[in-house]
């Protein structure tokens, strides 16, 4: 079993509808838990945090975090095309280890105009 | 505030050699990690600097080697190259406060033939 996998891909979407991305995650240490987005070519950027369990909201991105299910998901609202991208989960243990981040293997959205 | 940069861009090397990577991390962040990313093993954590020290080492050999200065730029070392090194190396910085964010930089994108 992989310490954090995302949903398979690829997923589409229609312009205007919402996105759902999903990660679970092993261990149960894990403190902190970041959604980056990576365009083709480029390096991950980071589009949410989240420590606590329940919700987060940012523009159009909501993530949510269950701790005692071990899963956090993003849910992009409104999908743009220009949300066409794939988004990486990062989980760490944060506290001296928060500098090493265990990702998933992430989920590559399309979204159609 | 500038963000993390990363030279060189781009590498072609040949097996048998050694490459240096270096990283500068965003101004008063004293932590930076290095990652791999491969198409086959996705985003993978190599190790994480911290005060000129390393703190945290992933499940790589011992080819990969790093180092952290006193201005918290950081060098990444290959030694040997393999066919197989050919990736997108990425550095991220934190600031640390044990929960924090990292900021990735672009990458550097080294080929080995």
Redesign the interface.
Known sequence: QKEVEQNSGPLSVPEGAIASLNCTYSDRGS??F?W?RQYSG?????IM?I?SNGDKEDGRFTAQLNKASQYVSLLIRDSQPSDSATY?C?VNI?????????????TTLTVKP | KAGVTQTPRYLIKTRGQQVTLSCSPISGHR???W?QQTPGQ????LF?Y?SETQ??K?NFPGRFSGRQFSNSRSEMNVSTLELGDSA?Y?C?S?R?T??????????TRLTVL
């Open positions: 403190q902190s970041f980056y480029k390096s991950p950027e980071l945090s420590y990486l990062a944060g506290g001296t280890n928060a500098g090493k981040s265990t990702f998933g293997d992430g | 932590s930076v990690s990652y996705g985003l993978q954590f994480e911290f703190r945290n992933g997108l990425l991220a934190m640390y044990g929960t924090d964010t990292q900021y990735f930089g672009p990458g």
